[in-house]
């Protein structure tokens, strides 16, 4: 790819896709530029990924074929306010960020803008991120296509319509801390029952790990994976059955209904 990428906003999710876009060599490390608000960040950044950083948005802005909006939803309006003179018709806006809509970032601007709305997740940070995009009217198939080919450098990609992007921010872009929560109780349980505590969650973590990539590679049903288990009599059907009765599918379904509401206010804020 020969496009030059922009990420306005250098914090961790940002430097996970920088880290995953230079691993899987899509772009080269001269090709990226960032901005960041610190010195300590813009130090670390340029010795870590050997790109270029400063903090002039503006000049990045201006530079960039694909402008990845790396920031706090809080300061997007007054982000694009300082930048949308440097943007041209032909520069694509990534937004990174929950409850910012296609239609809120095109008002923004003063002419058609082309912009893809994206929600990646930490797991970006080791290869393994789950993201979803969605293009507004303005963005080709080819340019939708060479955004995708960046967002799975560091894992997979789905583009879906905007009006799913709340259920998408429980699914997939929050629920890595419901996993860690499911892993940390797994953990002090095996702990309660004398295993040591590093050893605790590698156990906990690799059978995660193990039961999802047994999902996605067999392409068979959770439940039925989960039947395999559990023989007649045995220790996991009492495990199942006491989670089934202290309401575990009742929570992570309520916990996601929840996230999702939350996502639907911020997008409705002005």
Do not use: W
């Not at 002419?111 to 930490?122: D, E, H």
């Not at 059955?241 to 509401?261: D, F, H, K, P, Y």
């Amino acid at each position: 790819m020969s496009k030059k990428i922009g990420f306005l906003g250098c914090g961790q999710m940002g430097q996970a896709m920088i880290q995953g876009m230079i691993d899987s060599r899509v772009v080269e490390p001269a090709q990226i530029s960032a901005t960041a608000l610190t010195d300590e960040t813009i130090d670390f950044v340029a010795d870590e990924y050997g790109i270029l950083i400063s903090s002039d948005n503006k000049k990045l802005a201006a530079s960039s074929d694909i402008l990845f909006l790396a920031v706090k939803p809080y300061i997007y309006e007054g982000v694009i306010q300082e930048i949308k003179s440097a943007v041209t018709e032909d520069t694509i806006i990534v937004t990174v960020a929950a409850g910012i809509t296609l239609e809120k970032v095109k008002s923004s601007f003063d002419f058609n803008v082309k912009v893809i709305r994206s929600m990646p997740n930490t797991p970006s940070l080791v290869g393994a991120g789950m993201s979803v995009l969605c293009p507004n009217d303005f963005v080709t198939e080819e340019e939708l296509s060479s955004v995708k080919e960046l967002f799975e450098s560091f894992g997979e990609s789905e583009v879906i319509g905007e009006h799913l992007m709340d259920a998408v921010t429980a699914v997939s872009g929050s629920s890595p801390a419901y996993v860690y929560m499911f892993i940390e109780a797994m953990a002090d349980a095996a702990v309660q029952q004398g295993i040591p505590r590093d050893k605790a969650y590698k156990l906990a973590a690799q059978s995660v790990q193990g039961a999802a990539k047994m999902v996605l590679e067999t392409g068979r049903h959770p439940g039925e994976l989960k039947d395999i288990v559990c023989t007649p009599g045995g220790t996991t059907i009492a495990a199942v059955n006491t989670l089934e009765q202290t309401g575990l599918r009742s929570s992570v379904i309520q916990a996601m209904n929840a996230c999702a509401e939350r996502a639907k206010e911020l997008s409705q804020k002005k």
